[in-house]
């Protein structure tokens, strides 16, 4: 059973292209989270959700927009894609605040050409 | 600005010796720490965590240990085993507020059989 489940895995697109990707989590958890991890294998936080609320933008392009129609998922929505997107997003899910860690899904590899 | 810093991008070690991972970070208000493995084309996965009224934690094979006044944990892990071979990420946060967790830039292990 897959606790955190995005789709695709890998989405190879051009440049000014619109794309989406999904994510499902069936752990019952309230927040949810994007992150993105670039070239330099940074793993930095783009958005989070608390039971379908965004609580954290990380001054993210607004070419990024995600949407959360119930606490299960949280999708992301990327808008004239550019060279510079290119890069692994983690979808991840914790059961809410206070001490606990996030549980992460497998990953989309974007790749813009 | 790097708040959290894995200063060693790579270390191998022989199977059944001690591997020590280390991590820096310069944010006092962090509170709970985690780490976190990841193998290629996989989400990272939770592997330990400590809270900071603690300075070690201890889980199997896995230690981490907290310095705050240096703001400074490592994670040993005894004895290494090839499997442990991956990237190994801290990830210091905030239970207060909106929290979120900042990821290092990860070691990668590589446990020599």
């Known amino acids: 059973d897959t606790a955190v489940s995005q789709t695709p895995k890998y989405l190879v697109t051009q440049m000014g292209n619109d794309k989406s990707i999904k994510c499902e989590q069936n752990l019952g958890h309230d927040t949810m989270y994007w992150y993105k991890q670039d070239s330099k294998k940074f793993l930095k936080i783009m958005f989070s959700y608390n039971n379908k609320e965004l609580i954290i933008n990380e001054t993210v392009p607004n070419r990024f927009s995600p949407k959360s129609p119930d606490k299960a998922h949280l999708n992301l929505h990327i808008n004239s894609l550019e060279l510079g997107d290119s890069a692994v997003y983690f979808c991840?899910?914790?059961?809410?605040?206070?001490?606990?860690?996030?549980?992460f899904g497998n990953g989309t590899r974007l790749t813009v050409t | 600005d790097q708040q959290v810093k894995q200063n060693s991008p790579s270390l191998s070690v022989q199977e059944g010796r001690i591997s020590i991972l280390n991590c820096d970070y310069t944010?006092?208000?962090?509170?709970?720490f985690l780490w976190y493995k990841k193998y290629p084309a996989e989400g990272p996965t939770f592997l330990i965590s400590i809270s900071s009224i603690k300075d070690k934690n201890e889980d199997g094979r896995f230690t981490v240990f907290l310095n705050k006044s240096a703001k400074h944990l490592s994670l040993h892990i005894v004895p290494s085993q090839p499997g442990d071979s991956a990237v190994y990420f801290c990830?210091?946060?905030?239970?207060?507020?909106?929290?979120?967790?900042?990821f290092g830039t990860g070691t990668r292990l590589k446990v020599l059989a």
């Open positions: 990830a210091p946060g905030r239970t207060s507020g909106t929290y979120k967790y900042i």
């Open positions: 944010n006092s208000m962090f509170d709970y």
């Open positions: 991840a899910s914790s059961p809410g605040q206070g001490y606990s860690p996030l549980h």
